[in-house]
């Protein structure tokens, strides 16, 4: 039995995790986090890492977190302290939040992904072999990525992860480009277009289009509900119990 706590609980996809965990025998929610408590929980929500710490009667194996980038410095430090494992899934994080990811690694075991979907991180292995031979057959690599209206960050975290997987099969050969409407010149060969959709309800697609002469393979992945990012970091949270410090990603749970 893997105990776990909610960061983020009263959140959207916080509430999607409250319900899948509850669904799972091999999954317990000790507790919650959140500073706008929302809808009574079965389990104890506090306004702050500090708090649960210094008031819960019984303490997580793993954190799942789903907040936001402002609330993952407390987070980090959190973790740290008191060598708590996490499973990280906020998105959005500055240079220095992740240089601090991995320094907080050196002291518990920390699980990143820009995307926890179990298909987006297969999509990643495919895509290194697509790139190695359709790159070099001069194929143009473009990302298209869309989300729902409320998203903050531009291109998604999954998109850049798309494009940093398949620039480091081509040995960063690559640059990225996004946005071509303050100039007037023909495509450079060695970039990786990159484009952001907002609207409506949208979870999270993503095309991975190679372009050659006469023909065109495009890679897709369509999320069709915040469940994939859930069960995948509840898949997550299980793999990471019990486990040394250091920094994970998902490709280390498909990999087991």
């Not at 669904?23 to 649960?52: H, I, K, N, W």
């Not at 008191?82 to 220095?96: D, P, R």
């Not at 409407?181 to 484009?195: H, L, V």
Request: aromatic share 6%; proline share 2%; with cysteine.
């Amino acid at each position: 039995m893997v105990k776990i706590l909610i960061h983020g609980c009263s959140g959207h996809m916080g509430q999607v995790v409250s319900r899948l965990a509850g669904e799972d025998e091999q999954l317990r929610t000790v507790a919650g986090v959140d500073p706008f408590p929302g809808q009574e929980q079965a389990y104890p929500v506090y306004q702050s890492l500090q708090e649960y710490w210094e008031k819960a009667e019984e303490k997580a194996d793993v954190i799942v977190d789903f907040s936001s980038a402002k609330a993952v410095d407390a987070l980090l430090s959190f973790c740290e302290k008191t060598g708590t494992a996490c499973v990280l899934c906020t998105t959005g994080l500055s240079e220095e939040q992740l240089a601090r990811v991995k320094a907080v690694s050196e002291k518990a075991a920390v699980l990143r992904s820009a995307n926890m979907s179990l298909g987006i991180n297969l999509l990643q292995n495919v895509l290194k072999k697509a790139a190695g031979v359709l790159a070099e057959a001069g194929f143009d690599i473009e990302i298209v990525e869309k989300h729902h209206n409320r998203k903050l960050d531009a291109p998604s975290g999954t998109a850049l992860a798309l494009a940093d997987c398949i620039n480091e099969e081509l040995d960063g050969a690559y640059h990225y480009v996004y946005d071509r409407s303050d100039r007037r010149q023909k495509r450079d060969e060695r970039e990786i277009g990159i484009s952001a959709v907002r609207g409506g309800t949208i979870v999270g697609d993503h095309d991975v289009i190679f372009a050659g002469e006469d023909e065109v393979v495009t890679f897709s992945h369509r999320a069709y509900s915040r469940n994939v990012f859930a069960k995948g970091a509840l898949q997550a949270a299980k793999f990471l119990q019990g486990r040394p410090a250091g920094l994970y990603d998902m490709s280390d749970v498909i990999g087991e």
